[in-house]
């Protein structure tokens, strides 16, 4: 019997390598067979449609008892910056605008404004604590000294003044939120995300967002964490969902009557 030659050092190298990398294709096949869940560990959210992930956030929200939201929303012409807890029966936090500064709280209908001197003295030059409205209420050192008096004090919103819905409705938490979780034209999955350092999942209205990104959370209940109005209207995020806050009506010595119509609030 003939014996074959030894294969030359180059062909015994190809055939090494060949065979080595045969066995890491069949390892990485082997361990690749089915890619990584990206659902593992989650809710499960993500892997339902956008419409069931939408309505899984809206019942979520619907049986939170309190929520902190905080943010932009630009409305009528108007940017406010929020920072509001908010709970059914109530309601405390701050809104910015782009000539003003106040703080809001509402104790069952009760409604609060609070706000520094320079709130009052550029809102209503003429209004004094106590006066009411259509009395003369003088001018120059005066309405400093009155806006003085209500500097970091609470004023009592009437109900039947003009600025008491729109200023309550800062407040509504249900209104607020109803507002907040429709997204605009057919819903569709989007990436996922983390907010606050929590994954989420994205439900967009339209192809690209454009009415509207909802991220929702994909840890324990799907609350949702953030939303971005379409038109470049505003995000706010949404977060210590149930957490419980205390609400106190201020006392007579934390208050000043305004005694006339409230400013406005838009810009």
Same mark, same amino acid.
């Given at each position: ?7 030359? %050092?180059? #062909? ?12 890491? +294709?069949?390892?990485? +096949? ?11 560990? +989650? ?24 929520? #902190? ?62 006066? %009411? ?14 806006? =003085?008096? &209500? ?16 200023? %309550? =409705? ?47 959370? &994909? ?5 949702? &964490? ?42």
């Amino acid at each position: 019997m003939t014996a074959l030659p030894p294969a030359s %050092r180059p #062909r015994r190298a190809a055939l090494l390598s060949a065979a080595l990398c045969a066995g890491l +294709t069949l390892a990485l +096949t082997a361990c690749g067979e089915e890619p990584p869940d990206p659902d593992a560990g +989650t809710n499960g959210v993500g892997r339902l449609t956008a419409q069931e992930i939408e309505t899984k956030a809206r019942t979520a929200a619907d049986a939170a008892r309190a929520v #902190r939201l905080s943010g932009t929303l630009v409305s009528k012409g108007g940017t406010y910056k929020l920072n509001m807890r908010l709970k059914g029966d109530g309601a405390q936090g701050s809104v910015v605008t782009k000539n003003s500064t106040f703080e809001l709280l509402r104790v069952a209908d009760a409604l609060y404004l609070k706000a520094d001197a320079d709130f009052w003295t550029h809102a209503e030059p003429d209004a004094k604590p106590g006066s %009411r409205p259509g009395s003369d209420s003088g001018g120059g050192d005066g309405d400093s000294e009155a806006a =003085g008096k &209500l500097d970091d004090k609470y004023v009592k919103v009437p109900r039947d003044d003009p600025s008491y819905k729109q200023l %309550r =409705g800062f407040t509504e938490m249900r209104a607020l939120l109803r507002g907040l979780l429709e997204v605009h034209g057919e819903a569709g999955k989007g990436d996922r995300d983390r907010i606050g350092g929590v994954r989420t999942i994205k439900v967009l209205g339209g192809p690209k967002g454009e009415g509207g990104t909802l991220d929702v959370s &994909l840890e324990g209940t799907p609350y949702p &964490l953030q939303y971005a109005r379409g038109g470049a209207a505003g995000v706010v995020t949404l977060s210590e969902w149930n957490a419980d806050f205390a609400l106190r009506a201020p006392s007579p010595a934390e208050t000043v009557d305004y005694g006339r119509e409230l400013p406005r609030t838009s810009e």
